[in-house]
């Protein structure tokens, strides 16, 4: 929890010796409480005062870092409660869960569909994160032998399920490098996994049924030394999932309260696909910082990306595209020119309609702050001078033979106008983009 | 320990769609939705008295642009949209019917509002659930067309919409005069959402009879827009403010049956599965966004999206 100024003060020599450049301590103090100054200006602070301090500025919940290298997956570190106070920053982890049980032909088939489990969405990279292989067989020996296959056919960062200290410390040992999720402490096992999570250096996930319990689980381990933690509230209804997470989200944003200042993990517990995807995808609307998932279609899996991928898209920011030429298919000189805005959205609606054309044609992204056809147009961003801009700045009559540019159906007023700013011809095309594939194939028939 | 409950002092509004004979209609069920005073399913802190309801969608023509995998469910039905209400209250047991006039619109037919009211008076006869009207979005059609279709309804408390910023007065004034609800809509901006509804209530429309339409985008296609604006619109109302204080309708539907995933043949994108699956996923997904942001009314399509849809919201509203 942040500290006052008066707090920092008490922590600090108190010799207002201006070494800081402040005349006092104290008023060194609150420019620290209202983080205008950095710690290190004071030349005379004690190791103490320093621990003190940087634990009272940690973020109200930890960033967790699981597995490394490219594909390692950090979550938590969020700040608010709903995106359009801000916006989510680091997005729910999908994971897979595998169990030891199956064999190592099944694993590695179920490796090679979870691989497959990777898209591109307007521009950007959706895909699962994370792999959970549970110890279904409570055999230490078959649980060291799945993991193997799984480490050899996966980058993905690996949890770990199992209740059993020795089981997980076997496994540890032979995925150590890779930092995996160790899933998970217990009223019952908490001091053992406690010294493998320290051990290992791997995060630590805390479960126990209710939120009081959790919260004295949590306790336990932070007195015994774990810091990384990942917080779990086992089964239950979809409803009170949505009131523990909400509680916790809320307790370590409002109150600062330490015992719940971690990320959350849930499973699903529908076994039936449509079911698990919308029990999924409502739990990473609502605070989880991975969702273990039991199936792995990829037609049950793309909704799941795409929602988190929409629910944490800056609301402030919306995605975009470079504003440039884009050449699709093998273009010519006389090649169709069709100018549209640089919200990516719309941009990738345009560019997949008219690959499924088939007719190679140029796009022509103009800047338009990433809005949206009307909208853009609406705030005149998007009008007969931005976009004569844009034909001009990119320099498209040196790509073309001819001067006729295709504009969206919406803006179909702008025509006269643009034909007069531009000199170019203005051909006035499809309101909806679906509408794109029979306007080229007609275009100039 | 320490919980961290909000006191909302907000509700809100109760919504009854459809009169029995007891109101002077002739509907053999209402439904009635809104009355939350707390954030979606967060039964701890208030109370959610209705669940959120699933209505079918039904067309005045036979829609062109639906790919077969939803087109089947209704065979020959589509083209009789009578047939086709009949279809989804006595084979999918939808509890409310939405017809959506698309047809009275210029580019989609022109039928005029006198083969409308035909419409409307016909499947009130062979439906008894209550029933949504939604006008073209063509607005001096819909001026006509929805006057009349709230005419020939009068009395059987349907809703209609949608009523917009610029224009509210004509439909406001149907509404009014035959005793129905009324939708509405804003384009994804809580401002102008609450400026209908303040339009209207001026009017003396009562706020418990306006839902608000948020106008939602598909999972994928700005869905998150709508999204947030019902987040901050719940907040606001929970908090207070009685003219953001009324149930959503989402018109999830046609939104989701817009989207590529829903509708690309498999042939095409291999890459995300099982063609059928995927289409009706993609709509009971986009349910559930929305589901998850307040929504109160959700127009679908798919049967089996629907019967998803709902076995979801039994799930949530298990306490």
Known sequence: MALSGLEIYKLLPKTNCKKCGFPTC?????????????????????????????SAAQPPIKLITIGKGDEKLEIGNETVLFRHEEKFYHPTGIGFLLEDTSSEQDLRKALEEIKKLDFERVGQRIKANIIALSCK?????????????????????????????????????????KNPLIY?????????????????????????????????????????????????????????KLWDFTQIRRLALKKAFRPFGYPVIAFTKSEEPFQETAEASTYVAKYAGIVVLKNRNPWSTLPILTLRQNIYTDPQKPLQVEAKIYEIGKVSDKSPVLVTT?????????????????????????DSEGMSVLTAWAAEKFTAETITKTLKRLGVKDKVSHKEVVIPGYVAVLSGKLEEESGWKVTVGPREASGIPSFLKNLGK | METSKQNWTG???????????????????????????????????GDIPNAPVIAMEVLDIEPTDWPDALKKP???????????????????????????????????????????????????????????????????????????ASEVSKGERCLIGDATEKNYKTLTASCLADGHNIIGE???????????????????????????????????YGMEYAYSIMERARNAALIGDKMLAMPFICLVGQEAWRAKEAKAPSSEHPEWGDEYSRGVLWEIETAVSVLVAGADILVMRHPKAIEEAKKYIDNLMRR
């Open chain 2, 186 to 220: 804003s384009p994804i901006d809580i401002n102008i959402a609450k400026q209908v509804n303040i339009l209207i209530s001026e009017m003396g429309f009562p706020l418990d009879r306006i839902v608000i339409n948020p106008t939602i985008g598909a999972l994928g």
């Open chain 2, 11 to 45: 509700k809100i509004s109760v919504a009854t769609i459809g009169a029995t004979d007891k109101e002077g209609g002739t509907r053999s069920s209402q439904v009635t939705v809104g009355g939350e005073t707390t954030l979606p399913y967060l039964f701890k802190e």
């Open chain 1, 184 to 240: 998970r402490a217990t009223s019952a096992n908490f001091k053992e996994m406690a010294k493998l999570s320290k051990a290992f250096k791997a995060p630590l996930v805390a479960s126990a049924p209710t939120l009081e319990e959790l919260e004295g689980l949590v306790k336990n381990l932070n007195a015994e030394g774990v810091q990384d933690i990942v917080l779990d509230t086992g089964e239950k209804g979809i409803a009170e």
């Open chain 1, 26 to 54: 104290l008023a060194f103090a609150m420019q620290l409480a209202a983080k205008k100054v950095s710690l290190d200006k004071c030349p005379d602070v004690t190791e103490d005062a320093k621990r003190a301090l940087e």
């Open chain 2, 74 to 148: 209704f065979g020959d039905s589509l083209k009789d949209p009578v047939k086709w209400a009949v279809k989804c209250v006595e084979e999918y047991k939808a509890p409310l019917i939405s017809v959506k006039l698309i047809g009275t619109h210029p580019d989609f037919g022109n039928k005029s509002a006198a083969d409308s009211g035909k419409l409307i008076k016909d499947i009130l006869q062979a439906v008894k659930v209550p029933l949504i009207i939604l006008g073209s979005g063509d607005d001096e059609k819909d001026n006509v067309v929805l006057a009349k």
């Open chain 1, 342 to 366: 640089n919200f990516s959205l719309t941009y990738y609606t345009v560019e997949a309609e008219v690959e499924s054309s088939k007719v190679p044609s140029y796009i022509v992204s103009c």
């Open chain 1, 137 to 177: 067989s409570k055999d230490a020996s078959k649980f060291e032998a799945a993991l193997k296959v799984i480490l050899q056919g996966t980058n993905l960062p690996v949890a770990l399920m199992s209740d059993e200290p020795p089981i997980m410390e076997k496994a540890l040992e032979i995925s150590k490098d």
